[in-house]
């Protein structure tokens, strides 16, 4: 079990994603041994703070042939690690911020790798690695001049560390020396020789809190304790490159950024894809809708030719209606109508017609009505009989006289 297992497990065991913070935190301590654990306030941007874990301490920086501490802290999100952490330059009391694209006025560090950050793809040792490669190519911190004394800055309100709960570095003497007076860097020191930035950059505006005590150094007279300007130039030839997982080599790192790009470009063709998936669907909804309008104007159409045509008829239904009661206001008062008299036929032909038709009906209800009185056993079979024999022959001769009759009025056989 590593020095801060215990404690890393106690400090993340409120995290959502416990496990994987915990093995990618304790795996940053097993690679570097300046680096420690603390549980340190955080106040973000909307006014909330959080208790986040902390790792503080140094990371190794080659810059100019020389091997420097860069001291850093990295607050690890409570959704770690589907979210980058918040990174900072954390200068002590005798150094000072150097501004770039990588490291604001407020020490806040700006990576690719953090832009890009991508859970399985990205890690705390990765990303560490990264700014090690970045701070040697471009210093975060400088030698504060000794002349200089700037006010005890305080931190802003917004998205930094909480101020009432931020701890020194420890004062132990294990710290990394500093260049000496010849300007040759010893072993390892804590930031490159650089120069000040060239306009006087005041951090009365977001600066840092001062780290009091500091890391302790050496004041004998035979050292001192930051180069000046004067020191002789220092070798430019780059160290051997590290064989250990503390550093990455220039093809790594084109590779991590060339690893990025594709993941943004693959993204972006993801978020086109979907983008011209959802223009089709609107279009095809559009055309249905336009279909739909097309489909209630011929229906509103048609209903409105019905309603015309209702209209119409309810008109002439009126109009008969009215014609009907004036006939029957005529009717009123007359005498009954006979009948056999009120069909009247227009020729003798036609009215021979009429009455064997009329025969014929008669002659098929007698027979019925015999049919009858013989079921119910009124008449006997044999008066049955009789009837039925001369209604049939006389039935047969109205309808050959109505053949005739038709033929002769040119009127079709029945």
Avoid at 144 to 160: I, L
């Amino acid at each position: 079990m590593g020095q801060y297992d215990a404690q890393v497990r106690q400090q993340l065991s409120k995290y959502k994603h416990k496990d994987l913070a915990q093995r990618d935190v304790l795996n940053v301590f097993a690679s570097f041994s300046d680096l420690k654990p603390k549980i340190d306030k955080y106040a973000f941007s909307d006014g909330s703070v959080k208790d986040l874990l902390c790792i503080d301490g140094t990371i190794p920086v080659h810059y100019k042939g020389a091997k420097y501490n860069i001291p850093v802290c990295i607050y690890v999100m409570d959704t770690h690690p589907y979210n980058p952490p918040m990174c900072f330059v954390r200068p002590t009391k005798d150094m000072l911020i150097k501004p770039s694209k990588n490291v604001d006025a407020n020490g806040r560090i700006y990576l690719p790798y953090l832009h890009e950050w991508k859970f399985s793809n990205s890690d705390l040792i990765g990303l560490i690695q990264v700014m090690s490669v970045v701070f040697g190519e471009a210093s975060p911190v400088y030698a504060k001049p000794q002349k200089a004394s700037p006010p005890r800055p305080t931190y802003p309100p917004w998205g930094y560390p909480h101020p009432q709960q931020f701890n020194p570095y420890p004062t132990n003497s294990g710290f990394m020396p500093m260049p000496n007076a010849s300007g040759q860097p010893q072993n390892s020191g804590y930031y490159p020789p650089q120069n000040p930035p060239t306009s006087s950059y005041q951090l009365s505006g977001y600066p840092y809190p001062v780290l009091a005590p500091g890391y302790p150094y050496n004041q004998s007279s035979s050292i001192t304790p930051y180069p000046t300007n004067t020191q002789p130039q220092m070798t430019t030839a780059k160290p051997p490159p590290v064989k250990s997982q503390n550093s990455l080599s220039d093809d790594q790192v084109r590779a991590s950024i060339q690893s990025a790009v594709e993941d943004k470009l693959k993204q972006t063709k993801e978020g086109l894809q979907q983008i011209k998936s959802e223009i089709a669907v609107l279009t095809e909804t559009q055309n249905k809708l336009k279909q739909g309008q097309e489909t209630l104007e011929r229906i509103t159409n048609e209903l409105e030719q019905q309603h015309a045509e209702v209209e119409k008829n309810t008109a002439l239904l009126m109009r008969k209606d009215e014609e009907i009661k004036q006939v029957l206001n005529k009717m009123e008062g007359q005498q009954e109508i006979d009948i056999d008299e009120a069909v009247v036929a227009t020729a003798p032909l036609y009215k021979q017609l009429l009455n064997l038709f009329a025969e014929e009906n008669a002659i098929e209800d007698t027979m019925y009505y015999l049919s009858e009185a013989l079921r119910k056993n009124v008449i006997e079979t044999e008066v049955f009989l009789k009837h039925v024999r001369e209604l049939s022959r006389r039935q047969y001769v109205v309808k050959a006289l109505m053949q005739k009759a038709r033929i002769k009025a040119g009127l079709t056989l029945l």
